[in-house]
């Protein structure tokens, strides 16, 4: 009966802005720790975060370098790559742990009632931190290649505004779907992997045949995030406006579709867990 009463909230609300206001030091606290967490008690973590895209870089390149494939990309190709790779695994990682996020932090949300809405935000923020340490992979290549931005770098803040809404809306989806049908995590897994190929990393949008292009911005909506991506890094590659409106527009709806669900059943998690 007691913890029953620890997990619940003080106000018959199960959700207010004036609740995440003051939890904001543990919001600090738990995105500080899944930021850093990767990189403890290992001598060279920094150096393994930014040697997983170059493996995949050398193996890709090689690949297509003997097969004389053709990508459709305007720029040199290790850079359309890394680029692509980074992001990319930005997105996986960071959906990944936010739909694992309530079997995560499951210590906190059977013993003590806290805005549990934060948990699958924590891991979409601190990926960011793999990210920027990858980033800094793409500076090294720019200088190589002589490939600077443009005009375009101003989409930058609204690329990784649709990036996390994106994933935060796929992520309170899994998260609360996960601890009601455990095979979701699986079937998130296979989704992944199998949007890894669909998706233009290895490849421009340019290889997807005219006809498809526009069913083929909506039905994948990391598209967008994906060309406009190394359209902000790199002058000479032009925007696909379309298709980075078409992935806003599903990530807002997956986003409050996602923090709605997860808002009515969020009460139901220490039961399930």
């Known amino acids: 009966m007691i913890v029953s009463q620890l997990i619940k909230p003080e106000t018959a609300s199960q959700f207010s802005w004036s609740e995440i206001w003051n939890a904001r030091n543990m919001i600090y606290n738990l995105i500080r720790s899944s930021a850093l967490l990767p990189y403890r008690d290992t001598y060279f973590s920094y150096f393994w975060t930014l040697l997983r895209p170059f493996i995949f870089l050398l193996v890709i390149v090689f690949i297509k370098q003997r097969s004389m494939a053709q990508m459709g990309e305007e720029i040199p190709y290790p850079l359309f790559l890394y680029s692509g790779l980074i992001l990319?695994?930005?997105?996986v990682d960071a959906i990944r742990q936010?739909?694992?996020s309530a079997f995560t932090y499951k210590g906190l949300i059977t013993k003590i009632y806290f805005p549990r809405i934060i948990t699958p935000l924590v891991p979409v923020i601190g990926r960011l931190f793999d990210l920027g340490i990858q980033a800094l992979g793409v500076g090294v290549m720019m200088v190589?290649?002589?490939r600077y931005p443009d005009g375009h770098f101003?989409?930058?803040?609204?690329?990784?505004f649709n990036v996390i809404l994106l994933c935060l809306g796929v992520g309170y989806l899994f998260a609360i779907a996960s601890v009601f049908f455990r095979d979701m995590e699986r079937i998130l897994d296979y989704i992944l992997y199998v949007g890894f190929f669909i998706s233009p990393v290895i490849y421009a949008i340019e290889l997807v045949p005219p006809e498809y292009r526009y069913l083929y911005s909506w039905l994948n909506p990391?598209?967008?995030p994906l060309m406009a991506?190394?359209?902000t890094l790199f002058s000479g590659v032009t925007p696909n406006y379309q298709a980075l409106v078409h992935s806003i527009i599903v990530s807002i709806v997956?986003?409050?579709?996602?923090?709605?669900?997860?808002q009515r059943l969020q009460s139901t998690l220490p039961e399930r867990m």
């Not at 990319?88 to 997105?91: A, D, M, S």
């Not at 101003?154 to 990784?160: A, N």
């Not at 997956?254 to 997860?262: D, E, H, S």
């Open 154 to 160: 101003f989409l930058l803040p609204l690329l990784f």
């Open 88 to 91: 990319w695994w930005y997105i």
């Open 222 to 224: 990391t598209a967008g």
């Open 254 to 262: 997956l986003f409050f579709v996602g923090i709605f669900v997860f």
């Open 98 to 100: 936010s739909a694992r």
């Open 144 to 146: 190589l290649f002589s």
């Open 229 to 231: 991506f190394r359209a």
